[in-house]
């Protein structure tokens, strides 16, 4: 029973700091529409198949990436920190909740290394 309450709760916590309202920040751009076309781009729909615009994309696909291994990362975390409360002492249990804390923590830094060397490399090829 208790087993379950320390679940749901956690369960509970996680949807509660999931749902936490960010503040939103709007600005406008300077440059009015008709400029902007004057200038050869769009502002709505921008439907760019030039190098800027692969590499926009490119960085899209790896922020999601990034977003979804850290999400990852983080909710195993935590199941490795409930698996280790809840092993009451038993060695084994022990060691697999530890090893599933340190693995996930290994592949978050794994993760971020990626994304820096992605990042760097989509920097150095649209800086020519």
């Given at each position: 029973?208790?087993?379950?309450?320390?679940?749901?709760?956690?369960?509970?916590?996680?949807?509660?700091?999931?749902?936490?309202?960010?503040?939103?920040?709007?600005t406008t751009?300077?440059?009015?529409?008709?400029?902007?076309?004057?200038q050869g781009t769009?502002?709505?729909?921008?439907?760019?198949?030039?190098?800027?615009?692969?590499?926009?994309?490119?960085?899209?696909?790896?922020?999601?990436?990034?977003?979804?291994?850290?999400?990852?990362?983080?909710?195993?975390?935590?199941?490795?920190?409930?698996?280790?409360?809840?092993?009451?002492?038993?060695?084994?249990?022990?060691?697999?909740?530890?090893?599933?804390?340190?693995?996930?923590?290994?592949?978050?830094?794994?993760?971020?290394?990626?994304?820096?060397?992605?990042?760097?490399?989509?920097?150095?090829?649209?800086?020519?």
């Amino acid at each position: 029973m208790k087993k379950l309450l320390l679940i749901t709760m956690a369960f509970i916590g996680l949807v509660g700091i999931g749902s936490v309202a960010t503040p939103v920040v709007s600005t406008t751009s300077a440059v009015s529409p008709v400029e902007s076309i004057r200038q050869g781009t769009t502002d709505a729909g921008s439907t760019e198949t030039g190098d800027d615009g692969f590499n926009r994309g490119l960085r899209n696909v790896v922020n999601v990436m990034m977003f979804l291994l850290g999400a990852i990362a983080v909710i195993m975390i935590v199941i490795g920190g409930i698996r280790y409360v809840t092993s009451n002492g038993d060695a084994s249990s022990t060691k697999a909740a530890k090893d599933t804390i340190l693995y996930s923590v290994i592949g978050l830094i794994v993760a971020l290394i990626a994304y820096a060397i992605v990042s760097f490399v989509i920097t150095q090829f649209s800086a020519r």
